[in-house]
């Protein structure tokens, strides 16, 4: 039987629905959420992923900006404008469209954005922050993993758990978002011998590689929620690590891409942004 294939696009919808109480709620006290994008030199993809930021910022009724800085800018230069936008008042969220240009180097990014302002969760005060089971702001693509799964029902607590990749920003924060949640964990990555053995086990399969088309449906358990995190480019097409066109003939759920975790995880940016404001309305000296 084919699985469920869990949209992405719709549940971002959602999202953005339920946020629109909220930030009415913040009107009342003069607060508008805002979301400031910076975006370092003009790699075409980040372009269009700021685009589509800005335009979910609208969709939810709160405010965007974009910082376009050269693809030469200085360390010092992303410092200063990373500092600045901690200390405007109008600026709730600030995100940084990665991967940076090879001259500067991401951990900037995560040492300089104020936590309480680091809606995308790459801080180490946020990270550490997780990893502690404290509230803070979760990095946005395990996030809206989470809330995909839950929208779909699919429960976690004791189910083996399998995530193929272990970066900062995906990888190992969804392994201890699954982990929190009492699903078993095993963390696989471009050293581990025999995937499939450990992909097989899984009933939960997230593949966070950049490798198109790595999980095939041999290396899938029956029925098995398979979620794609996935973004890359193969004969002009989007495709993600997992082999949709066979996978979905074995697995119980499956996301797309296009169309799957990606329109999440920019609804969880803008869901944090929106939390962000809150924070800052609840406690009003705070900048
Ligand atoms: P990274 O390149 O930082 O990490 C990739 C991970 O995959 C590494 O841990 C690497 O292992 C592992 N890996 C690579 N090849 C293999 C392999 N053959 N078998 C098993 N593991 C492998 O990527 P990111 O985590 O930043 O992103 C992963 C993918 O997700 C990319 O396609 C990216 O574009 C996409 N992405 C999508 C988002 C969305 O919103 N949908 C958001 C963020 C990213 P090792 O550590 O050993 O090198």
Redesign the pocket.
Known sequence: MAAIVIEGAAAAREVYAGLKERVAQLALANVRPGLAAVLVGDNPASKIYIRNKVRACAEAGIHSEVHALAAGTSPTELVETLARLNHERDVHGILVQLPLPAHLDETLVARTVAAQKDVDGLTWQNLGALMAGHPGFEPC?PR?VMTMLDRAGISVEGRHAVV????T???KPMALMLTSRSATVTV?????VD?GAHTRRADILVA????AG?ITAEMVKPGAAVID????RSAGRIVG?VDFAGVKDVAGWITPVPGG??PM?IAMVISNTVLAAERVAASPRAS
């Open positions: 693509t809206g193929v990749g272990r970066s920003i995906v990888g696989c990555h471009s050293r581990t995937l966070a590689t950049g490798r790595l995190v996935g973004i890359n690590d975790v990606g995880t």
